[in-house]
């Protein structure tokens, strides 16, 4: 169970519970040429004022995400390129490195973790949702199940989790979770299929809906992969699709916009395209996406990487904040903050300190970023690597 100072600083007062509509079947597919029936809740639920709050803490000024949620397997391949075996213990400091680091909360809000380190102690015997909520870093939990092949598509996946998820979200509250993560995928190489759209939309929205019941803030994340060579107007078309699928269901299911966050893909050309786009054709295309298709009540894009290279990401934020927008635009980044720091760490002791300063050299970077100010000046050769890999898997 998290400590009482856990809940003294992230617990908010809840209204009266009333009641949330609740679909019990699956829609059938159907030929709308506009969404129908859209509508945001007008009964508030019983976490409805905490999950404001709490979105709103996530969504500050000058500062993102730090998602630290790799599955045990996934953390493993990260362990294993700096020549360390993947168990518990190394898992545990490399964690402990990330999650200690001082002046942290700076620039970073939240943190997403996977459920090993959300009821993980330090080598003190400090638990690691401790050590965040100190910083101001609210706590967040991955919850989703991973991708599974998605039959009667294109060779498409499906992600899985909704099994239990009440009553695991319920328990990740109880140990200081505030919000929570689902990641589902969708590759313009396979079509994308209107099966594989649907399922991805659907999936999300019961996800959001139950996690905002147990009162956590849900980060709705459908990844277009960056896998292809078609060009960033392929991109633009197809999240325009996803996003305005996700949008309806989300509507359909009653999920309070004001306490959601959403996880969505930069709109870049596929990675295999043959020509590049600058930061500010990136940002115009985002941006067009996001105006056409995300309410303004949404109060946080929290951006993935999805492989680009850590000063690729930071450029590309950067371009998309010299307006202002409606929403926070900031980024929850996995490699595009840690590449850096394990390359730094080689899992040395001695070297904790040198990674953690390499932590906030990228977490500060993004920070200004957030900010529009950021320049790309005195960057590394290493920041500037590309990071995407054909076929990732988590």
């Not at 969708?186 to 999936?203: D, H, M, N, R, T």
Request: net charge neutral; with cysteine; proline share 5%.
């Amino acid at each position: 169970m998290a400590s009482s100072a856990t809940f003294a600083k992230l617990d908010a007062a809840s209204s009266t519970w009333i009641g949330r509509q609740s679909l019990s079947s699956r829609p059938q597919p159907s030929s709308r040429l506009a969404p129908s029936r859209v509508s945001l809740p007008i009964r508030a639920g019983h976490y409805t004022d905490e999950l404001l709050k709490t979105a709103k803490t996530i969504a500050s000024p000058g500062r993102g995400i730090l998602a630290v949620d790799e599955s045990n397997a996934t953390c493993g391949k990260r362990l294993d390129s700096i020549g360390l075996g993947n168990t518990e213990t190394n898992r545990q400091a490399y964690r402990q490195l990330l999650l200690t680091t001082p002046g942290l909360g700076e620039y970073i809000s939240g943190a997403i973790l996977f459920e090993e380190t959300l009821y993980q102690s330090t080598t003190d015997g400090k638990k690691m949702v401790d050590c965040l909520v100190e910083q101001n870093i609210v706590p967040g939990i991955k919850v989703d199940k991973g991708l599974v092949p998605l039959p009667g598509s294109n060779n498409e996946s499906w992600c899985q989790g909704l099994d239990g998820l009440a009553s695991r979200t319920s328990e990740y509250y109880k140990q200081g979770a505030r919000f929570a993560k689902w990641r589902t995928v969708v590759s313009i190489p396979c079509g994308p299929s209107a099966l594989a759209v649907k399922e991805a939309a659907w999936g999300l929205a019961r996800y959001a809906a139950i996690s905002q019941d147990s009162g956590l803030v849900p980060i709705v994340e459908p990844e277009i992969l960056l896998d292809g060579d078609h060009g960033i107007e392929r991109t633009l078309e197809v999240a325009e699709k996803v996003w305005s699928e996700v949008i309806f269901y989300l509507a359909e299911n009653n999920v309070v916009f004001e306490g959601i966050l959403l996880k969505p893909s930069m709109v870049t050309p596929g990675a295999e395209h043959k020509e590049r786009a600058s930061s500010e054709t990136i940002a115009n295309h985002t941006l067009t996406m996001l105006r056409r298709r995300i309410p303004p009540a949404v109060p946080g894009i929290m951006f993935l990487s999805g492989g680009q290279s850590e000063v690729e990401a930071t450029l590309n934020l950067n371009a998309m904040n010299q307006s202002p927008n409606p929403w926070h635009v900031s980024f929850s980044y996995a490699r595009a903050l840690q590449n850096s720091v394990l390359k730094t760490w080689k899992g040395q002791p001695e070297n904790v300190e040198a990674a953690q300063k390499a932590l906030l050299v990228r977490a500060k970077a993004n920070s200004l970023a957030q900010l529009g100010k950021y320049t790309g000046e005195d960057e590394s050769a290493e920041a500037k690597k590309g990071m995407f890999v054909k076929g990732y898997t988590y």
